[in-house]
């Protein structure tokens, strides 16, 4: 089945330092998603890039995807405390297939 | 718009009882699915459904099961629970198939 791997597992940075998350999948999609969860909550949807997309903007964010490498990065930049959280990509028509995640400290 | 809303948001239960947890979706979406995330296994899907239809399962006992009403509104049922069941049990739903899916709080599950 498909599934999405995010590296790295764990990443610890300053305030105001950006961060990037990978993601790497196996097989041929339709679109990507990347979802935030704040400890022992719900996911919060991030962003959706289709397969037919090489990048997408939503304010502090910027996701890439590169079909060709079946990859995808996320990255946040300006980081506050407040982004401290694990961060999902998943892949898969559906359902939806996630990784591990990726557990971003942002020290303030 | 409400977001999608799972009850009870914590539950303990004894082993062997059986427990029914609801989602309510957000009004539209007609795509309901589940996950269990545990911090051994991560997030692993349950079932998706769609127009009261299940599409797929995850490979989970036949304890789980799960369905939709024509509200859109789902339950998922664990029977005979087990200390492993304990967990943290995710809905998402989805306006269409492949479209955004947007998550609830979660219902915290303890089996003791």
């Known amino acids: 089945s498909q599934q999405g791997e995010e590296d790295p597992q764990a990443l610890s940075i300053q305030e105001g330092e950006n961060a990037t998350m990978n993601c790497s999948y196996k097989?041929?999609?339709?679109?990507l998603q990347w979802y935030r969860q704040n400890s022992g909550r719900g996911l919060v949807h991030l962003i959706l890039?289709?397969?037919?997309?090489r990048e997408k903007h939503s304010g502090r964010l910027r996701v890439t995807l590169d079909t060709s490498k079946k990859s995808s990065s996320l990255l946040i930049t300006a980081s506050r405390a407040a982004d401290t959280a694990s961060y999902f990509c998943?892949?898969?028509?559906?359902?939806?297939?996630f990784g591990k995640g990726t557990r971003l400290s942002v020290i303030a | 718009k409400a977001g999608v809303t799972q009850t009870p948001r914590y539950l303990i239960k004894t082993r062997g009882q059986q427990v029914t947890l609801s989602c309510s979706p957000i009004?539209?979406?007609?795509?309901v699915s589940w996950y269990q995330q545990t911090p051994g296994q991560g997030l692993q899907f349950l079932f998706e459904?769609?127009?009261?239809?299940?599409?797929n399962k995850g490979n989970f006992p036949g304890r789980f099961s799960g369905r939709q009403f024509s509200n859109s509104r789902s339950e998922m049922n664990v029977s005979t629970l087990e200390l492993g069941d304990s967990a943290l049990y995710l809905c998402?739903?989805?306006?269409?198939?492949?479209?955004?899916?947007?998550f609830g709080q979660g219902t915290r599950l303890t089996v003791v």
């Open positions: 998402a739903s989805s306006e269409n198939l492949n479209t955004e899916a947007f």
């Open positions: 097989t041929s999609i339709n679109n």
């Open positions: 890039i289709r397969s037919n997309e």
């Open positions: 998943a892949t898969g028509n559906t359902p939806l297939v």
């Open positions: 009004s539209g979406h007609r795509s």
């Open positions: 459904y769609f127009s009261e239809t299940q599409r």
